[in-house]
DNA sequence: ACCCAGGCGGGCG
DNA sequence: CGCCCGCATGGG
């Protein structure tokens, strides 16, 4: 608690990027119209809350000194708050109904996470929703996660599922997705070191994760946009296949790799960015949260 | 009861 | 290639 980071002069919605349901990991208590943000990182534990003024201060809830960690450096990156928003905003703005979203949910941020977490994460998901995704990624932090202190669990690293069983990931709640987890994990063991590859290389990121069973175009996809930060994965998930649909194709089906072209026309090499804003809008839609 | 969820692999034509 | 089906599970 003895190191701050105020985040200033930054567009930066605390409430909005909790609640796109991107960093699934993250966990939020609400009070008055605000937003607490609570999240780990390794074996440490990041606070974000909005001050009196409207502005944000991050901090350490707990803080692990192994790590050399610095709290502004993790922060900047994890919420990409190296970039200008209203950059990124003018590059996609390209029509009425992007500019709805964006005025709507103006300064929800991607995030970029851990490469294996994302993995896991985006595996799960598959065939699921968002509320069960939580729950079931919850189990599997209690079940193989490290003890940070009596509240907190890390993030279970690759190490920490090494021996992972069917069963033991099925009690999880994963369903048939747990043969996926196995395999990733020993596919990450022993083959591909996630955090050596090139984030910058959007090509041969799909490639190499499409190519494990369990993961196809979206999760891939999801991988190379949260976990790498390359802006140029434009994930389609239902969601966004029937928003695409809805504003763009007077409602009619389109395949998706047809909306993947259109997407590229559309905004370029920021469209991982327009994804997520077509997302959150597509859910709220239909429900909150 | 029925439908759906941040899809994917496999089988078939 | 494209298309179609089954898949575990819990909430609305």
Same mark, same amino acid.
């Given at each position: !608690?003895?190191?701050?980071?105020?985040?200033?002069?930054?567009?930066?919605?605390?409430?909005?990027?909790?609640?796109?349901?991107?960093?699934?990991?993250?966990?939020?208590?609400?009070?008055?119209?605000?937003?607490?943000?609570?999240?780990?990182?390794?074996?440490?534990?990041?606070? %974000?809350?909005?001050?009196?003024?409207?502005?944000?201060?991050?901090?350490? %809830?707990?803080?692990?000194?192994?790590?050399?960690?610095?709290?502004?450096?993790?922060?900047? $990156?994890?919420? $990409?708050?190296?970039?200008?928003?209203?950059?990124? *905003?003018? /590059?996609?703005?390209?029509?009425?109904?992007?500019?709805?979203?964006?005025?709507?949910?103006?300064?929800?941020?991607?995030?970029?996470?851990?490469?294996?977490?994302?993995?896991?994460?985006?595996?799960?998901?598959?065939?699921?929703?968002?509320? $069960?995704?939580?729950? %079931?990624?919850?189990?599997?932090?209690?079940?193989?996660?490290?003890?940070?202190?009596?509240?907190?669990?890390?993030?279970? !690293?690759?190490?920490? !599922?090494?021996?992972?069983?069917?069963?033991?990931?099925?009690?999880?709640?994963?369903?048939? $997705?747990?043969? *996926?987890?196995?395999?990733?994990?020993?596919?990450?063991?022993?083959?591909?070191?996630?955090?050596?590859?090139?984030?910058?290389? *959007?090509?041969?990121?799909?490639?190499?994760?499409?190519?494990?069973?369990?993961?196809?175009?979206?999760?891939?996809?999801?991988?190379?946009? !949260?976990?790498?930060?390359?802006?140029?994965?434009?994930?389609?998930?239902?969601?966004? /296949?029937?928003?695409?649909?809805?504003?763009?194709?007077?409602?009619? #089906?389109? #395949?998706?790799? /047809?909306?993947?072209?259109?997407?590229?026309?559309?905004?370029?090499?920021?469209?991982?960015?327009?994804?997520?804003?077509?997302?959150?809008?597509?859910?709220?839609?239909?429900? /909150?949260?």
């Amino acid at each position: !608690m003895d190191e701050i980071f105020q985040i200033e002069n930054t567009n930066f919605n605390l409430k909005h990027t909790f609640e796109s349901a991107q960093p699934l990991t993250f966990y939020g208590d609400y009070y008055e119209d605000k937003v607490l943000l609570e999240y780990t990182y390794k074996n440490s534990i990041i606070g %974000i809350k909005s001050t009196e003024n409207n502005k944000l201060n991050a901090y350490w %809830i707990l803080k692990n000194n192994n790590e050399k960690l610095k709290l502004n450096d993790e922060v900047i $990156r994890r919420f $990409r708050l190296f970039e200008d928003l209203d950059y990124i *905003y003018k /590059k996609i703005n390209t029509d009425s109904n992007i500019d709805i979203a964006i005025k709507k949910y103006n300064g929800m941020r991607l995030t970029i996470n851990d490469p294996w977490e994302t993995t896991l994460v985006f595996i799960i998901s598959q065939f699921n929703n968002v509320k $069960r995704i939580r729950g %079931i990624v919850k189990n599997i932090i209690n079940r193989y996660g490290e003890k940070i202190d009596e509240k907190h669990k890390s993030f279970p !690293m690759l190490e920490n !599922m090494s021996t992972a069983t069917k069963e033991d990931l099925k009690n999880c709640g994963t369903g048939f $997705r747990a043969e *996926y987890i196995i395999n990733a994990v020993d596919y990450f063991i022993n083959n591909v070191d996630l955090n050596k590859l090139n984030p910058n290389n *959007y090509e041969e990121l799909h490639e190499i994760f499409t190519e494990i069973k369990g993961i196809g175009d979206k999760v891939a996809d999801c991988i190379i946009l !949260m976990g790498y930060g390359n802006l140029r994965a434009f994930p389609i998930d239902v969601w966004v /296949k029937r928003q695409l649909e809805r504003l763009y194709f007077k409602g009619e #089906k389109q #395949k998706v790799s /047809k909306l993947q072209d259109f997407a590229w026309e559309q905004w370029g090499d920021y469209r991982g960015y327009a994804q997520q804003y077509l997302f959150h809008s597509g859910r709220n839609l239909t429900f /909150k949260n």
